[in-house]
């Protein structure tokens, strides 16, 4: 009964370099989330997956981050030329996938832009 | 733009009193109402949802909805120092797979 996982949980890079961030969502769910949560502020929603449907991407900040999901598990999001705002705590999602259900949270991936 | 609006706290009540925290959202069409708990430099977890107007009561936690109103609040009785930590309203957008709004959290802190 493991739960969501996220790797690394800790990332420093430099500016300008393109980093990736991993999912391992729970093991039969099939909705997977993205969030980015900045320092002192709330979740803020990024994109999610639901199956086989098209990606909702509507809350990707800009064209340098996509995300995939290989398999209908474990999902990758790409910082590509990353800055300085990109700095934050990268957190992962995933939910059985029905309306009304509950998302349970990964530890979190921090990123630090230098 | 849906909105979730907290305030940011912090709140701050003795051992073994009631602590309400508040919500209100702007969306109408949201059907699903979460109460998340974060302690510091840890993701958020799960303490209450409810998704019908009145209150839900689990063990020392009720959540409390009024959609007319468009307010969502949370309850904790007998407040513990462990109950310290930022809390987290979330709404969802519409209705159909979920996408939750987040509020920026209330900071709770309980006083021994």
């Known amino acids: 009964g493991a739960g969501v996982s996220q790797s690394p949980s800790n990332k420093v890079t430099e500016k300008g370099k393109d980093v990736e961030l991993r999912c391992d969502p729970i093991?039969?769910?099939?909705?997977l989330y993205w969030y980015r949560q900045s320092l002192g502020q709330g979740l803020e929603f990024l994109i999610y997956?639901?199956?086989?449907?098209?990606?909702?991407k509507s809350g990707l900040p800009s064209d340098r981050f996509s995300a995939e999901r290989t398999g209908g598990s474990v999902s990758t999001l790409t910082i590509q030329r990353t800055q300085q705002e990109d700095s934050a705590v990268y957190l992962c999602?995933?939910?059985?996938?029905?309306?009304?259900?509950?998302?349970?949270f990964g530890p979190g991936t921090r990123l630090l832009v230098l | 733009q849906k909105e979730v609006e907290q305030n940011s706290g912090p709140l701050s009540v003795p051992e073994g009193a009631i602590a309400s925290l508040n919500c209100t959202y702007s969306?109408?069409?949201?059907?699903?109402f979460f109460w998340y708990r974060q302690y510091s430099g840890k993701s958020p977890e799960l303490i209450m949802f409810?998704?019908?107007?009145g209150d839900k009561e689990d063990g020392r936690f009720t959540a409390q909805l009024n959609k007319a109103s468009q307010y969502v609040s949370l309850l904790i009785r007998d407040s513990q120092p462990s109950d310290s930590a930022t809390y987290l309203c979330a709404v969802s957008e519409g209705t159909g797979f979920q996408k939750l709004v987040f509020g920026t959290g209330t900071r709770l802190l309980v006083s021994p």
């Open positions: 997956f639901q199956g086989n449907s098209a990606p909702d």
């Open positions: 093991s039969g769910h099939t909705a």
């Open positions: 969306d109408r069409g949201s059907q699903s």
């Open positions: 999602a995933s939910s059985i996938g029905g309306p009304q259900e509950t998302q349970y």
């Open positions: 409810i998704y019908s107007n």
